[in-house]
């Protein structure tokens, strides 16, 4: 399995940007598709976006972060990343890291490899 850390979490303005990073182990990250999830306190945990296991592939986003959020990744540096703009307080969750070992997932039990989590916090 991969082990991933992600990073880049902290307080901001509502409006504000953030871009989040999640440094993946192991030499098979670009065998795997990733995806990016988050949860708030008492809440599922809601996929955000993913990202096939190819640079520059195919990507999904969910319907709340649509045109404000853009997930990357590069194989050669084992990261994927998330740029989060024109944040809102509804954003506010822990953000995870997630690698199906698949070309391509967005969802389910597909994601069996999990980072620990960042705190993302909007201030209003």
């Known amino acids: 399995q991969v082990q991933l850390v992600e990073s880049g979490g902290g307080l901001v303005q509502a409006g504000g940007s953030l871009r989040l990073s999640c440094a993946a182990s192991?030499?098979?990250?670009?065998?795997?598709?990733m995806g990016w999830f988050r949860q708030d306190p008492g809440k599922e945990r809601d996929i955000v976006a993913a990202?096939?296991?190819?640079?520059?592939?195919?990507?999904y986003y969910a319907d709340s972060v649509k045109g404000r959020f853009t997930i990357s990744r590069d194989n050669a540096k084992n990261t994927v990343y998330l740029q989060m703009n024109s944040l809102n307080p509804e954003d506010t969750a822990v953000y995870y890291c997630?690698?199906?070992?698949?070309?391509?997932?967005?969802?389910?039990?597909?994601?069996?490899?999990w980072g620990p989590g960042t705190q993302v916090t909007l201030s209003s």
């Open positions: 997630a690698a199906a070992r698949a070309s391509w997932s967005k969802g389910g039990t597909d994601f069996g490899s």
């Open positions: 990202i096939s296991s190819w640079s520059g592939g195919k990507t």
């Open positions: 192991g030499r098979t990250f670009s065998s795997y598709a």
